[in-house]
């Protein structure tokens, strides 16, 4: 199995958006910026790019109203996702904040 760090698989495209929203959210700032790229990094480097994006479309998904986003609220596999990504913002965290 291959790890994250070994890929880069991150486009640079999805690295502005999470840096963008990261930003919106903390303040934007330089420290902001410097710190949202190091997120960014260490998420890249702990989740593979294809379980960062069914993280991220579970997420998205769940916010939807009734039955459709229930499947995504409640399903193991959404479960799964969503913790492997918010596991490693958490170590982002602990690295970058």
């Known amino acids: 199995m291959s790890h994250a760090e070994d890929l880069n698989d ?3 495209s999805a690295r502005a ?3 963008f929203g990261c930003m919106k959210a903390n303040g934007e700032t330089r ?3 410097e710190q949202c790229s190091c ?3 260490v998420v890249a480097s702990l ?3 294809d379980r960062y994006i069914s993280a991220e479309t579970v997420l998205s998904m769940a916010q939807v109203p009734g039955e459709m986003g229930g499947q995504f609220r409640s399903t193991e596999q959404a479960k799964t996702a969503t913790n492997d990504l918010r596991r490693a913002q958490a170590e982002a965290e602990v690295r970058c904040f």
């Open 39 to 41: 997120s960014i990094d």
């Open 10 to 12: 991150y486009p640079t």
């Open 31 to 33: 420290q902001s910026l």
């Open 17 to 19: 958006d999470y840096v």
């Open 47 to 49: 989740l593979p790019y």
